[in-house]
Structures are given as structure tokens and as C-alpha cells.
């Protein structure tokens, strides 16, 4: 069972940089858009940026000049580029896939596992 696999979360200072990292963990045929999502404590998971297959980039308003979302799609990756890191921007971040397999139709989507990214005042 292929899963999304992340990493490079942690403990920052506040104005510190973090770089998320997200791909699957085998053999996909292709992948379309991918993305990131956080959920802080009490509040509901939302989206913090998006890359589709071609580049372009979307990203919500509390994170647009400090965050950067990339992909390499050699290596069926996603980063996250998180500069200007604020506590309010602490949660578990999500990455997000749509995923196509060999002899599927259709893409899919799927979840990574999360990574806790905490920011300290």
C-alpha cells in the first residue's frame, strides 16, 4: 500500500525557516496536483498551498511571501519552504496528492501521516 511519506518538521524560533518534504513511498504512475495542509490545535485542517502538475502555485493569505511550495516531478516530490516562521503558523502539516497507478483511470487522493511543525515566541 503506497502512503505519502513527510518529513523536515520540528521546533523553530520565531522568524526561523523550515523545509517540509513529501513523496510516495513506492512506484506511482503519475501524480497531479499536490499540496499542504495544516491543522492547528481546535481549528480545522486548511489549505496552505498548492502546485499542479505544470507549476503554478496557489497559496492562502496568512502564508503568501513567507511560504513556497516546489516540486520535482523526476523525483514525485513536494517541499514546503517555510521562512518568517510564526507561532501562529504551529500545527501539523499534511501533505496532499492526487495519485494515479499503472491500469488506473482515474487519480485518487492521498494523505501523508502529518509532521508537527511548532513555532516558539
Known amino acids: 500500500q503506497v502512503q505519502l511519506v513527510e518529513s523536515g518538521g520540528g521546533l523553530v524560533q520565531a522568524g526561523g525557516s523550515l523545509r517540509l518534504s513529501c513523496g510516495p513511498s513506492g512506484s506511482v504512475f503519475s501524480i497531479n496536483d499536490m499540496a499542504w495542509y495544516r491543522q492547528a490545535p481546535g481549528k480545522q485542517r486548511e489549505l496552505v498551498a498548492v502546485i499542479t502538475r505544470g507549476g503554478s502555485t496557489n497559496y492562502a493569505d496568512s502564508v503568501k511571501g513567507r511560504f513556497t511550495i516546489s516540486r520535482d516531478n523526476a523525483k514525485k516530490t513536494v517541499y514546503l519552504q517555510m521562512n518568517s516562521l510564526k507561532p501562529e503558523d504551529t500545527a501539523v502539516y499534511y501533505c496532499?496528492?492526487?495519485?494515479?497507478?499503472?491500469?488506473?483511470?482515474?487519480?485518487?487522493?492521498?494523505w501523508g501521516q502529518g509532521t508537527q511543525v511548532t513555532v516558539s515566541s
Open positions: 496532499n496528492a492526487l495519485l494515479q497507478f499503472r491500469g488506473w483511470s482515474d487519480y485518487h487522493t492521498y
